[in-house]
């Protein structure tokens, strides 16, 4: 769960245009923005994000509440359908003007709620800590439960005698007051003290306990183990997995909810995530995508060091277009080879 709500957190918000797909700088814009990234007097933009995203995957349930000027996330909210087929949501009995609050759902089969962590894996978490407290409470009284003393006798016949001697074998044993202390009891011709066996099986549980963490990992829709397993022969592809299971899904879905939060329905307007997917890759691989791309004309030599985090160089050269002569047609291999500075000592031209 540190893992997805820290990837959404280190994300940026940004407004975009529809009408032109480009990033909006109005002043709706802006003031979204604004309030996106300092959200309230308590929490910052990133602990914002993170509290959002975790209380999503938790409780299935967030409510963001939008008050014009800041944004907070709700606790205590209850949400329901109306016979008019409206969302009522009340927070501790008062009602919230639906402007003001957002109901985001992880969906599963209900419209009306969400479905979380919590209440997926409470009876299997319920269950966990039953056999945890069971193994624990067994092997806090030495492994045993009890024992259990044999008199071979009639109950009538020698009951009053039997019955002190137990007395008196009780008596010894409750003298015992350490653990460190042992205590040899004799005994008569007749009497027989069996160790009772613990009725839990320890096996059993232990493998129960082994296996319940990975199913709970399957809740966030990513199978932990096999994310484990990646991860130890290519961390590259793991991120990536982790990106298109988990993040892209929940980037969406706080899109549209923030959107609708902040701007009119026929808005053009909308909330977006931007993160960088090559985040997820290693360097190297990200040295030879910014080659690639500086060599096929479609970057710059500075778009690939500011890839690389690197500073603009903001020179002339740096700023043209450049592409590999082995990428220009044969036909016009002689004309490329004449167009520019760079081409001929590095078999470039420059556009």
């Given at each position: 769960?540190?893992?997805?709500?820290?990837?959404?957190?280190?994300?940026?918000?940004?407004?975009?245009?529809?009408?032109?797909?480009?990033?909006?700088?109005?002043?709706?814009?802006?003031?979204?923005?604004?309030?996106?990234?300092?959200?309230?007097?308590?929490?910052?933009?990133?602990?914002?994000?993170?509290?959002?995203?975790?209380?999503?995957?938790?409780?299935?349930?967030?409510?963001?509440?939008?008050?014009?000027?800041?944004?907070?996330?709700?606790?205590?909210?209850?949400?329901?359908?109306?016979?008019?087929?409206?969302?009522?949501?009340t927070c501790y009995g008062s009602d919230i003007p639906p402007y003001m609050v957002r109901h985001i759902k992880n969906m599963g089969l209900n419209h009306a709620d969400g479905v979380g962590l919590l209440e997926l894996a409470r009876?299997?978490?319920?269950?966990?800590?039953?056999?945890?407290?069971a193994i624990t409470e067994k092997y806090k009284k030495g492994g045993l439960i009890a024992f259990l003393l044999k008199l071979d006798t009639h109950l009538y016949a020698a009951a009053n005698n039997n019955l002190q001697q137990v007395?008196?074998?009780?008596?010894?044993?409750?003298?015992?007051?350490?653990?460190?202390?042992?205590?040899?009891?004799?005994?008569?011709?007749?009497?027989?003290?069996?160790?009772?066996?613990?009725?839990?099986?320890?096996?059993?549980?232990?493998?129960?306990?082994?296996?319940?963490?990975?199913?709970?990992?399957?809740?966030?829709?990513?199978?932990?183990?096999?994310?484990?397993?990646?991860?130890?022969?290519?961390?590259?592809?793991?991120?990536?997995?982790?990106?298109?299971?988990?993040?892209?899904p929940i980037f969406k879905n706080f899109e549209e909810h923030l959107s609708q939060l902040f701007f009119p329905t026929d808005s053009n307007l909308r909330i977006r995530f931007r993160y960088n997917v090559l985040d997820y890759v290693?360097?190297?691989?990200?040295?030879?995508?910014?080659?690639?791309?500086?060599?096929?004309?479609?970057?710059?030599?500075?778009?690939?060091?500011?890839?690389?985090?690197?500073?603009?160089?903001?020179?002339?050269?740096?700023?043209?277009?450049?592409?590999?002569?082995?990428?220009?047609?044969?036909?016009?291999?002689?004309?490329?080879?004449?167009?520019?500075?760079?081409?001929?000592?590095?078999?470039?031209?420059?556009?």
């Amino acid at each position: 769960m540190k893992l997805i709500s820290d990837q959404v957190a280190l994300s940026d918000f940004v407004v975009e245009d529809t009408t032109t797909g480009k990033v909006s700088s109005s002043p709706q814009a802006l003031h979204a923005l604004r309030v996106l990234n300092r959200p309230n007097d308590y929490l910052t933009g990133f602990e914002f994000k993170k509290l959002l995203t975790n209380t999503y995957l938790l409780e299935g349930d967030v409510y963001p509440f939008y008050d014009g000027k800041q944004i907070h996330v709700l606790s205590g909210a209850v949400s329901e359908l109306t016979a008019a087929g409206t969302e009522r949501i009340t927070c501790y009995g008062s009602d919230i003007p639906p402007y003001m609050v957002r109901h985001i759902k992880n969906m599963g089969l209900n419209h009306a709620d969400g479905v979380g962590l919590l209440e997926l894996a409470r009876e299997t978490l319920e269950g966990v800590m039953n056999a945890e407290k069971a193994i624990t409470e067994k092997y806090k009284k030495g492994g045993l439960i009890a024992f259990l003393l044999k008199l071979d006798t009639h109950l009538y016949a020698a009951a009053n005698n039997n019955l002190q001697q137990v007395e008196e074998i009780l008596d010894q044993l409750e003298d015992i007051n350490t653990t460190h202390k042992t205590k040899m009891i004799p005994l008569g011709k007749g009497y027989d003290i069996k160790a009772l066996e613990s009725p839990i099986d320890d096996e059993k549980i232990l493998k129960y306990l082994n296996v319940y963490k990975k199913d709970l990992g399957k809740y966030f829709g990513l199978d932990a183990e096999l994310l484990e397993e990646i991860e130890k022969k290519d961390m590259e592809q793991a991120m990536m997995m982790l990106f298109t299971n988990c993040l892209k899904p929940i980037f969406k879905n706080f899109e549209e909810h923030l959107s609708q939060l902040f701007f009119p329905t026929d808005s053009n307007l909308r909330i977006r995530f931007r993160y960088n997917v090559l985040d997820y890759v290693s360097f190297k691989t990200k040295t030879d995508i910014g080659y690639n791309l500086v060599r096929t004309m479609i970057a710059t030599p500075d778009d690939a060091r500011e890839m690389l985090g690197f500073p603009r160089l903001e020179t002339p050269e740096s700023s043209k277009l450049y592409v590999s002569k082995d990428l220009v047609g044969i036909d016009k291999l002689d004309e490329a080879s004449k167009g520019g500075d760079a081409s001929g000592e590095n078999g470039a031209t420059d556009v």
